[in-house]
């Protein structure tokens, strides 16, 4: 497959500060759909060229029917859900990677848009409220893995140690107020309550 933009929705974590629930699958807060499937409506208005995956392993979303990319390597978090999505980008020829949560009841085309404007940085990040955003970031796929072996090579696996790795090479968004709301998501039932 080509496809200019390879869309990774991460899928894996245990959504154990939620009581276990996989959060992709929890209503949007108008209740008329799930985030999962707002999230991909909104990523198909932005990108409908993208090649669209749920990256992770976790039974709950296996009868979607969607494409899932088990994390590689295993257990060690997020970062070998980017390192699959990086790969898969990398043979479908993809320009661009885009990572996002599955637990974004705003993100709105709009913003999926801005973040994957051609670039010449390795990888283009909001950052909201004085951190980072690096699941809800665009990746240069051949520059970004590069970053992510040198991270696991040092033992590190926070998704953040990959920002770090790439430097200047990553180009920050400064996100207002409005499009630091769209990043809002849902780790616990109080996010959910707000």
Request: include cysteine; charge should be neutral; aromatic fraction near 4%.
């Amino acid at each position: 497959m080509k496809s200019r933009i390879t869309i990774g929705i991460f899928v894996g974590g245990k959504g154990t500060r939620m009581g276990g629930v996989a959060k992709g699958l929890l209503m949007t807060p108008h209740g008329n759909e799930t985030l999962l499937a707002r999230l991909q409506r909104q990523c198909e208005q932005a990108a409908p060229e993208g090649a669209l995956y749920l990256v992770g392993q976790a039974a709950p979303y296996a009868a979607l029917g969607l494409p899932q990319l088990h994390d590689d390597p295993r257990e060690v978090g997020p970062i070998g859900g980017l390192r699959a999505l990086l790969l898969r980008a990398r043979e479908n020829h993809s320009e661009l990677a885009l990572a996002l949560a599955c637990d974004l009841p705003f993100l709105g085309a709009s913003v999926i848009s801005e973040l994957i404007l051609p670039t010449t940085a390795a990888a283009r990040v909001p950052y909201v409220e004085a951190r980072l955003q690096p699941l809800a970031a665009a990746y240069a796929p051949t520059a970004t893995l590069r970053a992510v072996e040198r991270a696991l090579a040092l033992g590190q696996h926070a998704l953040m140690r990959v920002l770090d790795q790439l430097g200047p090479s990553l180009e920050r968004l400064e996100f207002d107020d409005e499009r630091a709301r769209s990043l809002r998501d849902w780790d616990t039932p109080d996010d959910v309550q707000r």
